[in-house]
């Protein structure tokens, strides 16, 4: 459970619903305007249970989570929180990161719901895309995964109980246009989700509501989204949480979503004093999954209190996923001056204890890095 749901205000101002559908149907038009380069089939793919790179090495995955482009351009004050230049990411990639994780934000992507056009639309689109490129050019993957969100009229100012048949599908299929011909990003259709298994696979009206009068709405599943963004044209690497923050594994492997290709990764986040956040739970929960598909830990952290700056969590966590072979993100590459996030400075000094516990150990693994051997 991303920390930045803990700072910012979750407020749902109200727009025009049908110049809502018609900016998603404009934006959609225009997704070509963000068109990410490389080739399909030439870089990472899914064989068995392991993720391979283009010459079919294994990549196992250490990286981080950069946030900022869920909330920024809502917020009105940008596309990111920070700076997104080229030093910042060499910043990152002297952690030896391999990968980084990228969120989106439902109307900014699709330019709807009032949002400044500055930060919307095709300038969102393509300050994703440039920022893409930016990761790949110093050896870095990218997951780009969308996690903010909103039915209707209402503004994607918070992560809701799972993705809104609105406006996901169109998001979804701008997602898979864009990002077709670079086969070295993975996409991510959601973050986290609190409805039920059979809901999260199908859609439907089910538990989610959304806004302060918790108005029910209807979900677009995970198996709509693999559909649409194959039809799309996609063919990568597609990730697919789990539920109950996406904590909670235990039927991912029952409600797996029918893929074509069989690309399809499980995610999990995994923070201290979640349900699952010990070495037995790991094995009862996750070792089975990860015997059968390629398993990452979208998001990992100390602990879901800000003020807890200690690694003795963390160090249980990834060295379970090590031994596994499970690739992993740290929460967050950001300077909001509390214990749960990694960094002090964006030149990469880290906060706390957790996040030298995480430079120090990703110093010791030297993953393979994008474009080398």
Sequence with gaps: MSFIQEIHKRRAPLAILAIAVIAAAVAMLT???AEATGTPHGGLHVSGNRILDRSGRQVVFQGVNRSGTEYACVQGH???DGPSDAASVRAIASWHVNIVRVLLNEDCWLGINGINPLYAGANYRQAIVNYVRLLHRYGMYAEVSLIWAAPGSNKATYQPGGPDEDHAPAVWAGMAATFKNDPNV?????????VDANCFLKGGVCEATYGPRNTPYRIAGMQQAVSVMRNAGYTGVIAIPGIAFANDLSQWLSHEPNDPRHQLIAEAHVYGKQAC???SCF????APVARRVPLIFGE?????????????RISTIVDWADAHRVGHEAWGWDT????????RTYAGQPFSAYGAWIRSHYATQRPRLLGHG
């Design 31 to 33: 997704v070509g305007d």
């Design 78 to 80: 940008g596309i990111f």
């Design 186 to 194: 993975i996409l991510a259709p959601w973050g986290e989700t609190v």
């Design 277 to 279: 956040d010990a070495v």
């Design 283 to 286: 094995q009862a929960n996750y």
């Design 300 to 312: 990992v952290g100390e602990s879901f209190d800000s003020s807890d700056c200690g690694a003795n």
């Design 336 to 343: 909001w001056g509390n214990c749960g996030i990694l960094i």
